[in-house]
């Protein structure tokens, strides 16, 4: 059964930085790629930051310059670090895998998430 569990979230000041965390367990045949979702009060959940299998990553231009995405690929593990928040940061952040989840001749991805973790930036 694959699982994501996600730890990091909090309380902090605008300005402050908070890092996130998301291991990835269970048994599943590959991952495609790891990332983040935020979804803000009254908002839809929208991406954060991205990295994938290479090692590429990508941001939302809200992010860029702010947020670094990290990741230990030996035991599936991604970080996101998070730097001068703003207010507007204030969301639950959902950890995201896309992942074949059994091997076969043409693979299958799906997506799999974390049950979120708060963070909330005050003024």
């Known amino acids: 059964q694959v699982q994501l569990v996600e730890s990091g979230g909090g309380l902090v000041q605008a300005g402050g930085s908070l890092t996130l965390s998301c291991a990835l367990t269970?048994?599943?045949?590959?991952?495609?790629?790891m990332g983040w979702f935020r979804q803000p009060p009254g908002k839809q959940r929208e991406s954060v930051a991205r990295?994938?299998?290479?090692?590429?990553?990508n941001y939302a231009d809200s992010v860029k310059g702010r947020f670094t995405i990290s990741r230990n690929a030996a035991n599936n593990t991604i970080y996101l670090r998070m730097n001068s928040l703003k207010r507007e940061d204030t969301a639950v952040y959902f950890c995201?895998?896309?992942?074949?989840?059994?091997?076969?001749?043409?693979?299958?991805?799906?997506?799999?998430w974390g049950q979120g973790t708060q963070v909330t930036v005050s003024s």
């Open positions: 269970g048994s599943f045949f590959e991952v495609n790629g």
């Open positions: 990295v994938f299998y290479n090692g590429n990553t």
């Open positions: 995201n895998a896309r992942l074949a989840p059994v091997r076969a001749a043409v693979l299958r991805y799906d997506d799999y």
